[in-house]
């Protein structure tokens, strides 16, 4: 099939716009894409972190920014790696979360679980009682992030979320009715004292999309799931979206651009939380001591 933008070969077909696109103008399309919503969600000057993974979410997320910024000398790109400590899986997307920043020059720092809080995720599973690994995995990882992130005196730590795994977020904020929890969302557009505000360079660009993109390119990416996912509840919606996708393409997308439509109302509505210091660890916190801080306690009994 021809592209419809030129005479080429057409690589892929974009179901929820009709289009066929060669390579030349897909990777066109994802990369016009991400540059609109970095506009759009801001790009500071200073230092920008990124959260490198090894993923294909995080590679094309990095890449995209260090496009847009190994040039500029108002800005200056930084990865960090969260080593979670899963045997046989975290170990194999640091070695390529490592080789990136080095092809790219890009500073790279590292974090794990087992320095920060006594334990690694494969020990956290096997005495975490009633919580599953995931409860303590995405406390852990925003912490670590934001840790580092401070620490470089980051002005922005941009995450790798693609439209699948926003508009999963938005249906299970909606179907639990934790509208807060929806106000809350990733981009932050009013800083908070010590918590580094959060940009989604690849918000509106699917997962296959990232996918596709990351092979055209040459990307060295681990695309194994975390042996622990099989116990989040975030599979049942993924499920769920796709599912939808197939019958009326662009469900996606209409579920981002309704919850777009009620962001403003919801900011409104539910004001930023007044955050404070931990009193143990001195991280931000809506809390006297943070979840962080609690779910270590619970480990350490």
């Not at 975290?90 to 087992?114: L, Y």
Request: charged share 30%; aromatic share 8%; proline share 4%.
């Amino acid at each position: 099939m021809q592209c419809s933008k030129c005479s080429k070969e057409a690589i892929t077909f974009i179901r929820y716009n009709g289009t066929y696109l060669c390579k030349e103008h897909f990777n066109e399309f994802v990369e016009k894409r991400a540059k609109k919503e970095i506009r759009k969600q801001g790009l500071p000057k200073g230092i920008i972190a990124v959260a490198l993974s090894g993923g294909k979410d995080s590679i094309v997320a990095s890449y995209l920014l260090w496009k847009i910024i190994h040039k500029q000398k108002e800005r200056e790109l930084h990865a960090i790696t969260v080593d979670e400590g899963i045997k046989g899986y975290r170990d194999k997307t640091i070695k390529i979360a490592k080789k990136f920043c080095s092809e790219h020059d890009i500073e790279h720092h590292t974090i794990s679980f087992k320095n920060e809080f006594g334990f690694s995720l494969d020990e956290i599973s096997r005495m975490r009682g009633e919580l599953a690994e995931c409860t303590y995995c995405g406390v852990f990882r925003r912490y670590c992030l934001n840790k580092v992130a401070m620490e470089i005196n980051a002005k922005a730590l941009a995450l790798g979320h693609n439209l699948d795994d926003v508009s999963q977020t938005i249906l299970m904020n909606f179907i639990r009715n934790d509208l807060e929890r929806m106000a809350r969302m990733a981009p932050h557009k009013k800083i908070q004292p010590g918590l580094i505000p959060r940009i989604l360079p690849l918000r509106s660009i699917p997962e296959k999309e990232t996918t596709l993109y990351a092979f055209l390119k040459g990307f060295e990416i681990s695309e194994d799931e975390c042996p622990y996912a099989i116990r989040a509840m975030r599979g049942l919606y993924r499920q769920m979206i796709e599912k939808l996708e197939e019958a009326h393409p662009g469900t996606r997308h209409s579920i981002l651009q309704s919850y777009l439509e009620l962001e403003d109302c919801l900011s409104k509505k539910f004001q930023p939380a007044k955050l404070k210091p931990c009193k143990i660890c001195n991280q931000p916190s809506s809390m006297s001591t943070c979840m962080a801080c609690q779910l270590k306690e619970k480990l350490m009994k």
